[in-house]
C-alpha cells in the first residue's frame, strides 16, 4: 500500500516540480536519460541532474530516501494521511531549494532533519505538548542490567509499547532511540531544556518496561 501510495504521489509532484523549475531555468524538453540502477548512482549525480532540471535525478533521490524519510516521520505523526502530507511537503521543500544538497555531508541526514521539523511543527498545531512534567519530579537512576537487557532485546515489543505511549513521550523516545539524537539536540528542537528531555525520556522507558512486565517477559 505505501509503494502505491509512493508511486502516485510521484507522478504527481514530479509533474509539478518539473514544470516549476524548468519555467524559472528557461529549460525545455530534455531527452530521456538511460542511468544504471540507482544503487550505482551516486547522490552528486542526482544531485546535478535535478540542477540540469533533469526527472531522473528527482526521481533518484525520491526513490532513494522516501522510505527511510516516511518512517522518521511516522515515528512522529502517527496518522498515515497526515504523515503522508508530510512527507509531500518536505521533498517539494528539498527539490524547490535543491542546490543546497550540493553542501551537505549526507543526504539522507538532511532530508529526515527536515522532514523531522516538519513533523515537530504539525503536532505542535495539534497543541501536543513536551513540559507538562516537573523538572524534578523524576530521578535519573540506572536501571539494572536485567531490565536494560530486555527494553534492548524485545525489538517488536519495545515498539508496539512506544506506540502506546503518549504524544509528547513517544515524540522523545523515537528521536532518541531511532534518530539517535541526543537529549540536548530533542531540547532544542522541542524547545525545552535537557534535563526535562532526560526526565520524560525516563519517565517513557519506565512506562515501556513495565508494559514488557504485563507480558511477563521479567518477574
Not at 504527481?12 to 538511460?34: C, V
Not at 552528486?44 to 516521520?73: H, M, P, W
Amino acid at each position: 500500500m505505501f509503494y502505491l501510495k509512493i508511486l502516485r504521489f510521484s507522478v504527481t509532484l514530479f509533474n509539478k516540480l518539473r514544470l516549476e523549475y524548468r519555467s524559472t531555468q528557461n529549460i525545455g524538453k530534455l531527452k530521456l536519460l538511460h542511468l544504471p540502477p540507482l544503487e550505482k548512482i551516486t547522490d552528486k549525480y542526482l544531485i546535478e541532474l535535478c540542477l540540469d532540471g533533469r526527472d531522473e535525478g528527482f526521481t533518484g533521490l525520491y526513490n532513494r530516501y522516501a522510505r527511510q524519510v516516511y518512517n522518521s516521520i511516522s515515528r512522529i505523526v502517527s496518522h498515515s494521511g497526515e504523515a503522508e502530507d508530510i512527507l509531500q511537503d518536505t521533498f517539494c521543500a528539498v527539490f524547490n531549494e535543491v542546490g543546497k544538497l550540493a553542501n551537505v555531508a549526507s543526504v539522507e541526514a538532511w532530508v529526515r532533519r527536515l522532514a523531522i521539523n516538519r513533523s515537530i511543527s504539525h503536532i505542535r498545531r495539534r497543541k501536543i505538548t513536551f513540559s507538562d512534567l516537573g523538572e524534578m519530579d523524576l530521578p535519573d537512576e540506572v536501571e539494572d542490567s536485567a531490565k536494560a537487557d530486555i527494553f534492548d532485546s524485545k525489538v517488536e515489543d519495545v515498539r508496539n509499547s512506544i506506540q502506546e505511549l503518549p504524544e509528547g513521550y513517544k515524540t522523545i523516545v523515537n528521536l532518541h532511540i531511532f534518530e539517535k539524537l541526543t537529549h540536548e539536540e530533542i531540547a532544542v528542537m522541542l524547545d525545552l531544556t535537557a534535563t526535562n528531555v532526560r526526565t520524560q525520556y525516563h519517565r517513557a522507558k519506565k512506562k515501556i518496561l513495565l508494559s514488557l512486565k504485563d507480558k511477563c517477559y521479567y518477574e
